[in-house]
């Protein structure tokens, strides 16, 4: 147990239990009555964002969230098996649980999984990933009605946007926030 005082960005709290991210907070002291805290929380499951107030020094329950580095190892039906790099126990997520990560994880690919009483709760990914062009059509020199992009597929299946200069089987970067082209990989 903590108190309102004791909020910090990016510490989680179970309010009524739900686990919410403190995204931003600030302690006010009106001139007149009680001083309060406004917060804008992020709901840890569904990305949902509120603005909630609270008086100031309310016991407020924080959560612990543990955090592993762990590898994907493979699918397994509709879950993903992923690997502890420390004690290498082995874990399955499910799909729901994983959710657009999975559109950039190969096997072997390193991610952070947060975990709150032995219940995953969601991936985290490197900002962004290398992926191989599996198809794209041949870019023409010139075309530039689509603003010089193309749609190109990746190993995983999803599509992407890349500059006409792409082939096929070229290694590519990816941003995983929002599936963007980055640039070519070294």
Do not use: C
């Amino acid at each position: 147990m903590a108190t309102t005082n004791d909020l910090k960005n990016g510490m989680t709290l179970d309010i009524e239990g739900q686990l919410w991210t403190v995204i931003e907070f600030q302690h006010v002291k009106p001139g007149k009555g009680p001083a309060f805290v406004r917060t804008k929380l992020k709901q840890v499951l569904t990305g949902k964002v509120v603005d909630k107030t609270f008086n100031a020094g309310v016991k407020i329950e924080i959560a612990i969230l543990e955090k592993h580095e762990m590898n994907f190892l493979y699918k397994e039906g509709e879950d993903f098996v992923f690997m502890d790099n420390k004690n290498f126990d082995q874990m399955s997520i499910s799909a729901a649980t994983v959710g657009d990560a999975s559109n950039y994880m190969l096997e072997n690919t390193e991610a952070i999984v947060a975990i709150h009483d032995g219940n995953p709760l969601y991936i985290e990914l490197p900002a962004s990933v290398e992926l191989v062009v599996t198809y794209t059509e041949p870019g023409l020199q010139g075309d530039r009605s689509s603003g010089g992009t193309k749609p190109a597929t990746v190993e995983t299946g999803i599509e992407v946007q890349v500059p006409l200069f792409i082939k096929q089987d070229e290694r590519i970067v990816v941003d995983t926030r929002d599936g963007s082209y980055q640039g070519r990989a070294n």
